[in-house]
């Protein structure tokens, strides 16, 4: 099973993407691959701005999520809901991008007042892409996820333990799922873009 880890903070370094890293760590022990993480910081901020699905490095990023079998999407909380750059990628996915695929939504936020914007924000627009199971939300507060002073993050215990559930319910997952990825279809452009409902 492939899975694709997208990183939805425009940071450096970044809490959200170190539960990211935590939880492709733990896939991988698990003897699941994961591809490099698609760092969304790194695509052409012009391109996703005007919607430009055919720039070789958005068109790349988009089939990277059609050809995975399960993606795991993390996002600081920014006003109450997920990042504005991980909404103008999704704006660029094709209305099926997520057709058939388990995903794993991870968010970091400054309290704990905005842990339901993952169920509230995100969850309905990965409905709309199709997702076919949508696992439980993984909510740190930035506590939970410390800077150590010699760099990097330590994740907090209770967290861990939340990250170590979801990757068993990826697991129990992959085992009933085909190993074909699915075929990658052609970039759409903004305006051909269908409504959800
Ligand atoms: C522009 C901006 C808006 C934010 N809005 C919220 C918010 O509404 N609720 C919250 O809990 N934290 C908020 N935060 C804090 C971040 O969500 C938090 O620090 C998060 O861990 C950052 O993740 P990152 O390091 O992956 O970017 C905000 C931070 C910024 C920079």
């Not at 940071?11 to 939880?23: D, I, K, M, V, Y």
């Not at 969304?40 to 701005?49: E, F, I, K, N, P």
């Not at 388990?102 to 969850?123: E, F, K, N």
């Amino acid at each position: 099973m492939s899975i694709l880890l997208i990183a939805g903070s425009p940071s450096q370094p970044s809490r959200s993407t170190a539960l990211l890293q935590a939880t492709a760590l733990r896939l991988q022990l698990q003897g699941l691959s994961t591809a490099p993480v698609l760092s969304l910081s790194r695509l052409d901020a012009a391109a996703l701005l005007a919607a430009q699905a055919h720039e070789a490095g958005v068109a790349d990023a988009v089939a990277r999520v059609e050809r995975a079998q399960a993606v795991v999407v993390a996002t600081p909380i920014y006003k109450a809901a997920y990042s504005g750059l991980l909404k103008v990628f999704l704006d660029l996915l094709p209305q099926s991008a997520l057709k058939g695929k388990a995903v794993l939504p991870l968010a970091t936020g400054g309290s704990p007042h905005h842990m339901l914007a993952l169920d509230y924000a995100l969850r309905p627009v990965l409905q709309s892409l199709g997702a076919r199971h949508i696992l439980p939300g993984i909510y740190a507060t930035d506590h939970q996820v410390r800077l150590l002073p010699e760099g990097g993050y330590e994740v907090a215990p209770d967290i861990s333990a939340r990250i170590d559930e979801a990757v068993q319910l990826i697991v129990a997952d992959a085992a009933h799922q085909p190993q074909a990825a699915a075929a990658p279809s052609d970039a759409v452009a903004f305006a051909d873009v269908r409504c959800s409902v």
